[in-house]
Every structure is written in C-alpha cells, then in structure tokens.
C-alpha cells in the first residue's frame, strides 16, 4: 500500500513538470477562455436586461464611483468623469431642444481629435442618438456620400475645417442636412455655432425617457473605412457590439490605475475602442497628436535599407538632435534607429490614418531638392547634425559608411 501512496505522490509532483513542458501555455490559455466565457455571458446579461445596460449606463456608473477622476488626458488639459458628464448633458439638451434632434436620430460628428468628441458622444446617447464619425481629412464627393450613407440629419463640425464644409456646404443644404460648428463664432455663412448654446444650458442629468427606445440592436455608432479603394462605407456599431467591444481591457490585463495613450484619431475603429474600454475599465487616457514614420531606402554603395523618420515638430519645440540621439539608442533597437531625420510642417496621412510613405521614398535624402530641413546621425559626435550637400556626396561616394 505504502509502495502505491508513493507511486501515487511521484505521479502528482511530476504531471505538473510534465504538464509544463508538454502543454507549456495551458494555464494561460485556460485563463484566457474563462476570461472570454465571462465576459460573454456578461455581455449577455447587459443586453438582456430591462431596459438594456448599454455604455452610457456604465459610464454613469463610472461617474457616481469616480466622479473627480481624470477620465480624459489632452495635452496640458484634464477632464474628470463628472467634467465629461456635465458637459454631454449641456450638449444634449442643445441638440434635442435647440437643433431639434429626436431619438433614433444621426448626427455627424466631422472635427480632429479632442475631449468634445467623447462629450458629444455621451450626449447623443443620452437622447438616444447615433454618432457617425467622419474621417476629417476626406472632402467632397466622399464627404457627401460618407454623411448620405448614415442618413445623417446634422453635421456637426468646428472652424478649423471651414474649406472643406463650404465646399459641399451647397449641396448639403439641397440634402436638408444642417451643419453647426460646435465653436463660439462662426467663420460661415449659414453655419450656425452652438457653444454659446450649451455654456448656457442646464447640466444637469438628462432623464431616461430621451432614450426610452433603445435596445440591443439600436445603433450605437457608424465608424467609416478609409476610402482608399473607393468611397467610405460605414461599419455599424450597435449596442451589443459596442458594449462587447468595450471589454477589450479586461481581457488584455489593463488595470484601472494605467494611463492609455492613444495616437490614433477617435474617427478610427481602433482609436474609439480604445475609448470605450478606458471608460469601462475606469482608468484614463491620453490622447495623441503626434505620429511619425520610417520609410526605407537603398543607399548607392552600401547593403541593406537605410530609414529616415518624418516627424511633425510641436508647435514651439525645437529639434534637439542630441537628446533624440540619446533618447534613440536608450529606447529603439539598433535596425529600428532612423539614420536620417525630415522635419515637416504637416505629415501626409491616409483615411486610416497611416502615414503616406511612397513620396518620402520618392524623394530620398537629397538636401539640395527637399526644402524641409534634413539631419544626419553622427555617431561621432552623438548628435542629429544638418545633412549638407557635403555629407549627402560623401554617402554616395561611400566616404562615410552608414
């Protein structure tokens, strides 16, 4: 018997050696669909109540828990979950009493990235409206097909972007669409501004009967596609699918005290799923602004591909090649770090907000055809230094190795 209990404990201490070394991410992976199976069910749960609990319920849920919280990081600016909660209340009442929006209504939502775009959100779904978010940098024709495709009743915009509204400003007023620009003045004729409005409105809570009609299958946001291969088209959200999307977190391990910085713009699929799951997650987040890309060459003479990064300086921030140096080899592997630097007033970027590579390699490193400032890394000197004709001849010459 005493040979059977040994036999027995040896067999215990080993299946978990073997185990390990056999089925090495088992437990992970068991964690993983136990995750997924919660999250499922919970889902379903949410939706299956009465009235269903959608994001908007549980970003209110946030604010009573973590109403002083910073919620929205954006650039030296902090919003709180009441600050944001506050303020969609003002947005909807304008929008409902003033603009004359009803429920099941969809507005277009048309200006870059910035804390209104989550206010004007949370507003439009506490009168149970749908947001559709326009790519900023489209114009014209796909403008006007974007805002068709979601039957959009207003389009809601800012200053900034005058060219492209009065374009097709015409034409969307033959469509009865109604533009607003969601500033204090207006650069337009027959565009009317609505912050004056809403400074002015009550930001208290909004009552529940402004969305009384809401269900699983409501539509919760149109998200378009880039365009690149033709006219956008628009994905539809609904409320199940937001609210299963906004449990992306909690299956990645993102904990509520981490800061989530987001480079892409909230239009983007990617960059709103973000935001979602920040709010469920109550943590807060950092939009970006800045991007930058490496696109790769041959240099004549040498192996390989050589990169440059094209960057976009902040507005008063000088290039400092010799932190950028120390920053590079501190944090970039060594393949990754740019040999040349092209600074740029303005990156072109696609739809998708990626950046537009082919012309940067088009043009190459020639100083004496590229207006933007141009900087060479000189491991010498431990410095981004000015590419000059005299270095740019040398590469080619293959004086100076790469």
């Known amino acids: 018997m005493l040979d059977l209990y040994t036999a027995v404990l040896g067999l215990l201490i080993l299946l978990p050696m073997v185990g390990r070394f056999f089925f090495p991410y088992f437990w992970l992976d068991l964690k993983n669909i136990i995750a997924y199976l919660v999250v499922g069910y919970r889902c379903h749960r949410y939706m299956q ?33 009441q600050d944001i ?36 959100f949370i507003g439009l779904s506490k009168i149970g409206c749908t947001m559709a978010c326009i790519n900023y940098n489209i114009r014209l024709k796909s403008l006007i097909h974007a805002l068709k495709t979601c039957k959009a009743k207003v389009l809601l915009s800012t200053p900034d972007l005058k060219d492209a509204i009065e374009d097709v400003l015409p034409t969307l007023n033959d469509e009865g669409i109604c533009v607003f620009y969601l500033s204090d003045d207006s650069p337009t004729e027959g565009v009317e501004p609505l912050l004056k409005q809403i400074k002015l409105s009550s930001a208290e809570s909004v009552p529940f009967s402004f969305r009384a009609n809401v269900t699983a299958k409501s539509v919760c946001l149109y998200i378009f596609t880039s365009g690149t291969t033709g006219l956008p088209k628009a994905a539809t959200i609904s409320q199940k699918k937001a609210i299963m999307g906004s449990h992306l977190f909690y299956l990645s391990g993102v904990h509520n005290k981490d800061v989530v910085y987001c480079p892409l713009p909230l239009y983007h699929s990617a960059g709103f799923l973000g935001l979602v799951a920040t709010i469920n997650r109550g943590r807060h987040k950092r939009p970006g602004t800045l991007l930058s890309i490496i696109p790769f060459w041959f240099v004549p003479g040498h192996e390989g591909k050589i990169g440059m990064a094209a960057i976009r300086l902040k507005d008063g921030c000088p290039f400092d090649g010799k932190k950028l140096f120390i920053h590079t080899k501190d944090y970039l592997p060594s393949y990754a770090i740019p040999r040349f630097i092209r600074i740029q007033e303005k990156l072109e970027i696609t739809g998708t907000f990626k950046q537009c590579k082919t012309q940067l390699v088009s043009d190459g490193f020639n100083p004496a055809t590229i207006s933007d400032p141009l900087f060479f890394l000189d491991d010498s000197e431990k410095n981004y230094i000015p590419l000059t004709e005299e270095i740019y001849c040398s590469i080619l010459e293959n004086k100076r190795k790469l």
Request: charge should be neutral; proline fraction near 6%; aromatic fraction near 14%.
């Open 85 to 120: 909660d506050r303020y969609s209340n003002q947005i909807a009442r304008v929008l409902k009493d003033y603009v004359g929006l009803k429920e099941e209504d969809t507005i277009a939502v048309f200006f870059k990235t910035s804390p209104s775009y989550l206010s004007v």
């Open 49 to 81: 109540s009465t009235p269903p609990i959608t994001l908007l319920e549980i970003f209110l849920a946030k604010v009573k828990k973590y109403s002083n919280k910073p919620l929205i990081l954006f650039e030296d600016e902090v919003y709180s979950y």
